[in-house]
């Protein structure tokens, strides 16, 4: 405040007859005055000047006093001074004082310290609240090479018995029953007949039963009876012949 109401009293020296000067901000905020702590001199003159609109400069002359006003950068001066001075030197001279104004400004800021954050200190800082600390889980025990080998072998079943002997196999059939009545011996000393097939042959009509044709194991069966009655035969015909 105490420099831009020096910057306003420079101006009144160096221009006669200056009845007033206020240093403004940009949106019209009063910064200094002269005379120095009596803005309320000048002010209801630049509050009528600033109610006909925002001019980067300009003036306004009454019949008694001239009222100047100038706008650079982000200051501005309103002056009120008589009638005896030229508008345009008036207007000269705010604006190098504005130009002043706007240059100490610039060197404030260029010399101004960045703010530094401040150092570290060397004792560390607790916390208010404790840190809550999540206990990791303990390793599973991995499995021993054995078991594992155990888990992804599976065991091969058991072969089944399909023989004879398999328990719960089908037991094998009896002995078939004997030929009919039709297939008598023939008595001792006749021939053979021609259709009769040598000892131990089956007929083709006896092995084949009204079912169709037999399995291996009834043929078997077959073959045994048959050669029972031959053997039988035989033996008749040879007592018949001691005999005779």
């Known amino acids: ?26 949106d019209g905020l009063v910064l200094g005055s002269f005379p120095p702590g009596e803005e309320h001199l000048v002010k209801p003159a630049w509050v009528r000047f600033a109610a006909m609109g925002d001019p980067e400069k300009g003036f306004v002359e009454f019949a008694d006093e001239l009222w100047v006003y100038v706008r650079r950068g982000p200051y501005a001066a309103f002056a009120v001074a008589g009638t ?12 190098q004082a504005l130009l002043a104004a706007e240059e100490a400004r610039s060197k404030r800021e260029a010399l101004r310290i960045p ?13 208010l609240h404790k840190e809550v600390r999540s206990v990791a889980p303990a390793p599973a025990h991995a499995p ?5 080998e155990g888990r992804a072998r599976p065991t091969a079943p058991a072969p089944e018995r399909t023989g004879p ?21 023939a008595p001792a000393g006749s ?9 131990g042959a089956s007929a083709p009509a006896a092995a084949d ?6 399995t291996a194991e009834e043929e078997a069966e077959v073959d045994r009876v048959l050669l029972a009655q031959e053997f039988s035969r035989l033996l008749q015909e040879s007592r018949l012949d001691d005999e005779a």
């Open 1 to 26: 405040m105490e420099d831009f109401s020096a910057l306003a009293s420079r101006i009144a020296v160096g221009v006669g007859e200056v009845r007033g000067c206020l240093i403004l901000s940009r």
């Open 84 to 95: 005896g001075i030229r508008p345009g030197l008036l207007m000269e001279h705010l604006e």
């Open 115 to 127: 703010d530094v954050p401040p150092a570290p200190s060397g004792r560390p800082r607790t916390s």
């Open 144 to 148: 021993a090479a054995g078991q594992e």
């Open 165 to 185: 002997g398999a328990p719960g196999a089908a037991p094998p059939p009896g002995p078939r029953a004997e030929a009919p009545s039709g297939a008598t011996e």
């Open 191 to 199: 021939p053979s007949r021609p259709e009769d097939g040598p000892p």
């Open 209 to 214: 039963g009204p079912g169709g044709p037999r």
